[in-house]
């Protein structure tokens, strides 16, 4: 079920270590691109373009909210990447880790493309997926379940005419594999047209999603 809702909302009416897994992509912020509107990513009910304080204060608060619905067992996959502002690159582990939750490891998304437009830098291919963990214990891990065992996953981007920044099936696949089990919960915050959602359904894992855009559910 996805909601049509804001997320820290939304996360405010899930219980305390109700979430066996989340898997979730926030807007990125600008990418970096203020200077070209034609580039930077569009949606349609939200505009991705805050004060980078204000940005990063935002998701530490969302990662805290996220830390509480999880259960000590349980784990997050959280897609982001590096962002250049003003001609200095923004890591998100400036913000994860002042957040509650652990970092448990760093996933590399190798997309092997890339949007960017600019010729003062070297093209970036490839983005991070964090895997989160509500202690410093080791979650429940299925490894056997993926076809690899590495830190590296070579994944090609997926496309959609209705949303700029959709999940690949086979990113959204593994996250789900490697850490749950059927009947399983699975939360997707920032849900978009549904991938998560439509893969947690495949797997028979139970779904819960938050999305602000009514027209995106519609889909």
Known sequence: MIYNI????????LDDNS???IITSPPYNKY?????????????TYNDDMNEDDYQNWQIEILNEC????????????????????????????????????LYQTIIWNRNQSPSIFNTFLMP???????????????????????TIKDIWNITPSRSKIHPATFPEKLVEN????STNEG???????????????????????????????EYIKK
């Open 67 to 102: 830390h509480r619905v999880l259960k000590p067992s349980g784990s997050m996959f959280y897609n982001h990447k590096n962002r250049r502002v003003k001609c200095k690159e923004h890591i998100p582990q400036e913000f994860i880790l002042k957040s509650d939750l652990n």
């Open 125 to 147: 291919t490839y983005e991070y997926i964090f895997w989160l963990t509500k202690t410093n214990k080791t979650p429940k891990v299925f490894r056997n379940r993926l076809d």
């Open 32 to 44: 970096g691109l203020s200077k070209f509107k034609h580039r930077k990513i569009k949606y349609n």
């Open 19 to 21: 979430i066996d897994t």
């Open 175 to 178: 996250c789900i594999l490697l």
């Open 184 to 214: 399983d919960l699975v939360l997707d915050i920032f849900s978009g047209i549904g991938t998560t959602a439509n893969v947690s359904e495949r797997l028979n894992r139970d779904f819960i999603g938050f999305e602000i855009c009514k």
């Open 6 to 13: 804001d997320v820290l909302e939304g996360l405010k009416r």
